[in-house]
């Protein structure tokens, strides 16, 4: 390894969750890399990177798989020279009763021997918020804002102490808001409290950007942090203050010439409605028919035919569907496989679309984003401007250029893939 390494080291349970951390380290002017996996040790992109998120696709597999590879992340990282790790995860607490989150949480505090650590999911910038331990997105609470519904973890409760305790073997508490808002000292106070009296995992309440910087002042010297993109909010002014930051604009980027396309995997409300919102405009969109897929159907190459067929204009192609939908496909096949089936899916017509020259990919979904990232064989991501919150334009690193916004499902505004489309042409209007 060579310089003086990074300072912030994120591990992010899933790519588009990657990208929105790292949007927040480039935004408070880190300059970010993010690596699709875990890189080689001497990787060049990492050189002289002051963050480095690694994109794991940890959320849904098995429990001690992603304890697996968020230890080997770590690994890496420590040897990269970060001081400071982040397990970055859901600002909507995705998990199951099993986990993720509790047992990688655990298991990398254990590897870094961290007697107590916080879990701060908040993100006001996109209407996440946590008051007495209870999730809100905007006015709802977590188990009745859709989220209750969501294909692979259903959340089904908005008190987080009682969700992270169910997947954790040490005690949950919670550190809340009037603590918070008297300000860093109260929360060292309450941590170290916490610590005394055997607690492991403190959630920690945050309605605004302010709390979070103040919970960021309170674990400057914390090794691992966990939470959603909003807690890296506050994390570099701690390297600033010591002036260890080389202030360079952290979000430039180059412009990537080439066709462009949507994808959208996603099944969550936001992305139903940007979907929609495409169809209106009667701009042209194909649907994957999951039970076709199912049934081994040629799904795949009618998509690339619809693409084919359209040169002159821009075509989404998605399975998204309305929550009866879709779970009328899962009842049928099951909601592991017909994920797996999409996801699948959607990789090979991403490769078969870049073959054909598409440069610029707008991608909606988390796990879908993943699986395109991995079939596009990119390792890499340069992070650039934010297109909306938590949704960054990056350009790929390695030999072929190709330009990616990945969205998370509920990220963006009704028009997002029409301003993500523009933002990666380089039309900054
Ligand atoms: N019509 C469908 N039927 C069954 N499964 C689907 C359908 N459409 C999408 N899926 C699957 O649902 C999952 C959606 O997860 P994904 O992470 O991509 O989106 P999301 O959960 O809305 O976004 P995020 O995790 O970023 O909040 C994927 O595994 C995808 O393959
Ligand atoms: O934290 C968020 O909301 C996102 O980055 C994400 O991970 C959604 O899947």
Excluded at 69 to 97: N, P
């Amino acid at each position: 390894m060579s310089g003086r390494g990074a300072f912030i080291g994120c591990i992010a349970d899933d790519f588009t969750g990657a990208t929105d951390i790292a949007s927040t380290l480039v935004r408070a002017g880190m300059k970010t890399v993010q690596s699709i996996g875990i890189p080689e040790a001497d990787d060049p992109m990492i050189a002289d990177a002051e963050a480095i998120v690694v994109a794991l696709k940890s959320r849904t597999i098995a429990a001690g798989d992603a304890v697996e590879q968020s230890l080997a992340a770590l690994d890496f990282l420590r040897a990269a020279g970060c001081r400071q790790i982040v397990f970055k995860y859901c600002s909507t607490f995705d998990s199951t009763e099993h986990g993720n989150i509790g047992p990688v949480a655990e298991a990398l505090a254990r590897a870094l021997d961290q007697q107590v650590t916080i879990a701060a999911p908040s993100f006001p910038a996109n209407g996440r918020t946590v008051y007495n331990g209870h999730l809100f997105v905007g006015h709802a609470l977590l188990n009745e804002s859709g989220m209750q519904n969501h294909p692979l973890t259903p959340m089904k409760d908005a008190n987080l102490v009682r969700v992270l305790q169910a997947q954790s073997k040490g005690t949950v508490g919670l550190i809340d808001f009037p603590t918070v808002l008297k300000g860093a000292e109260h929360v060292r106070a309450a941590i170290e409290q916490a610590q005394a009296e055997g607690t492991t995992l403190l959630v920690v309440d945050a309605i605004s950007e302010a709390d979070l910087k103040v919970i960021g002042q309170a674990c400057h010297d914390h090794t691992l942090i966990t939470g959603g993109s909003g807690i890296a909010l506050g994390l570099p002014e701690n390297f600033r203050t010591n002036n260890e930051l080389s202030g360079a604009d952290a979000a430039v980027l180059p412009v990537v010439a080439g066709k462009d396309v949507v994808l959208a995997g996603s099944g969550s409300l936001r992305t139903n409605l940007q979907v929609a919102r495409w169809i209106e405009a009667k701009r042209p969109a194909y649907r994957i028919d999951v039970m076709k897929l199912a049934a081994g159907e040629p799904v795949v190459e009618e998509a690339i035919a619809f693409f084919d067929a359209h040169t002159d204009q821009t075509v989404l192609i998605y399975a998204t569907s309305p929550a009866d939908e879709l779970r009328q496909v899962q009842a049928a096949i099951g909601a592991q496989k017909a994920g797996e089936m999409v996801e699948h899916a959607l990789g090979l017509i991403a490769r078969s679309l870049r073959d054909r020259g598409v440069r610029r990919f707008v991608v909606a979904g988390g796990e879908t984003s993943g699986a395109v990232v991995q079939s596009l064989d990119v390792k890499g991501l340069r992070i650039g401007a934010p297109i909306a919150p938590g949704v960054p334009a990056t350009v790929s690193t390695g030999d072929m250029s190709l330009a990616l916004a990945l969205k998370s499902g509920n990220f963006g505004e009704a028009d997002f893939f029409e301003k993500a489309l523009r933002a990666l042409s380089g039309d900054q209007s």
